[in-house]
Every structure is written in structure tokens, then in C-alpha cells.
């Protein structure tokens, strides 16, 4: 990289704070340049991103990058289940993931997990259909809270299809589009039935956890809480119960 970044100088500057606004990484390059240019700084925040130097935590907060991006383990199980829809449905929009992804964040391992498959709304009951019509058993068409309770509770792996919010945080992961940490968070706060087990405590301890051990882009994270209309009670749950700063939940 280009030495005018002073990759050496900025990391040994900024090594003590948990996080800089834009504007003090603009005082600190100002100390080297004092005509920098707006363009030119821009370029250079997205270079700064771009090679992993710096992270975004919140509209214009970053961080040095010390923490691991989170990539979700892909079963085969998952990954032949969306191979299948991609191939029946190959303009559809989805996303596939397991709950034993949430695993590593917790206190107390659940012995059942949740295979949670999410497609556009207009095509929810075609996939559902297609699935059933291929064998899978422990199927669930965007369950109630009744049947969550009767049924879905007391199985070791169930299948659940439901809606995909427009415009959620996916990523692609040995093919499959699956979840982010900040979709994977925001819909386990934001569905207390389905998510019964990862409540409470534990729930805390996943969020401590995930920012502890995972880059956490706040503004992504809050963006798609505003879809779920849930953002303000996120925001509250950020602030009160966990020991995450209140500078990245504004």
C-alpha cells in the first residue's frame, strides 16, 4: 500500500481507542498533509476498508481491524437443500442457515437446532411445496406461535421456510447465500418465538459475544433492525442490557 496511508503510524495512533470518528482520521492524515483533499480522503478511507485495515462500525465510526469476519459454518445438508431451490428456482432471491451457527456465541448448547430457510414472499408457498415434494419431513410453512409450541418444540431438526426481508444482509459461503452476524442477530431478537431458546441471558451473552469475538457493522445491523421495525427496541436492548458501547447503537 501506498506509504501516504501510514499504515504503521495509524495503528500505533489509534492502537488505545475502541473506535475514531471520520474526523479524527482526517486530523490524523492532516498532521502529514495539511491540503488533503476530500476526494483524495475518501479514496483513501475506502482503500483503508477495503484492505482491512480499518473497519466500519456505525455511519462514519471505525476500528482498527483486531477481530475475524464472521463466515458461517455451511452444512451439507443446508448446502444441497438451497442447491436444489437454486436449481428449481433460479432467479429466486433466498438465504439457508442452521441455528448451530449460534452455537459458539452461547453459555448452554441446545441439543435441537432450527434449519431456517428464507425466500422472497411471493414465492414462499412454491419452495414450501417443491421441498415437501422432495421427501423432506419436519417442514414448516412460516409457523405460528401455536405450532412452534406443539409441534416444532419438541423436534431435534426442523425445517422452517419462511419470508426473506427485502434487502437483508446475506453473504455467499461455499456457494450458498446464507446470513450475516447482523442478520443472523437481529432475527433472533426480533423472533422470540421461534428463537425461545436463545432468549434471556443467553441472549445477552450472544450479543457480548459476537461483538467480543466479530466484526459488527452496527450500521447494517440497525439499518435491517428498521425493516424488521424493531431498531428502537434493538437500540434499548444495545444500551441496557449489554456491554456493548452506546456510541455504536445511535
Not at 412452534?148 to 419462511?162: F, T
Not at 452476524?181 to 425461545?196: P, T
Not at 467480543?212 to 450500521?219: G, P, V
Request: aromatic fraction near 14%; include cysteine; charged fraction near 25%.
Amino acid at each position: 500500500m501506498d506509504k501516504s496511508f501510514k499504515i504503521k503510524e495509524l495503528n500505533l495512533f489509534f492502537k488505545d481507542y475502541d473506535t475514531f470518528s471520520r474526523g479524527d482520521l482526517y486530523a490524523f492524515y492532516l498532521q502529514f498533509d495539511k491540503e488533503l483533499k476530500e476526494t483524495t480522503f475518501r479514496w483513501r478511507i475506502y482503500n483503508l476498508k477495503q484492505q482491512k485495515v480499518i473497519n466500519t462500525v456505525a455511519r462514519s465510526i471505525y476500528t482498527l481491524s483486531s477481530k475475524s469476519e464472521f463466515y458461517p459454518a455451511i452444512a451439507a445438508k443446508e448446502e444441497k437443500i438451497f442447491s436444489t431451490i437454486s436449481r428449481q428456482f433460479p432467479m429466486l432471491k433466498g438465504c439457508i442457515w442452521n441455528t448451530n451457527i449460534v452455537n459458539e456465541l452461547m453459555l448452554h448448547i441446545p441439543k435441537k437446532s432450527l434449519t431456517i430457510i428464507e425466500v422472497e414472499n411471493e414465492a414462499i408457498e412454491l419452495v414450501f411445496n417443491f421441498l415437501k415434494n422432495e421427501g423432506h419431513k419436519n417442514l414448516f410453512f412460516q409457523p405460528g406461535e401455536k405450532e412452534i409450541q406443539h409441534y416444532i418444540a419438541s423436534l431435534e431438526n426442523a425445517i422452517i421456510v419462511q419470508s426473506l426481508v427485502t434487502k437483508s444482509p446475506t453473504q455467499l459461503v461455499s456457494k450458498t447465500t446464507t446470513t450475516t452476524l447482523e442478520k443472523l442477530l437481529v432475527d433472533i431478537y426480533s423472533n422470540k418465538n421461534l428463537f425461545s431458546t436463545y432468549q434471556g441471558t443467553e441472549l445477552i451473552h450472544i450479543f457480548n459475544k459476537a461483538y467480543d469475538k466479530y466484526i459488527l457493522d452496527f450500521s447494517k445491523m440497525l439499518s435491517y433492525a428498521s425493516r424488521r421495525n424493531k431498531k428502537k427496541e434493538l437500540i434499548d436492548f444495545l444500551e441496557t442490557k449489554t456491554d456493548i458501547q452506546n456510541t455504536y447503537a445511535k
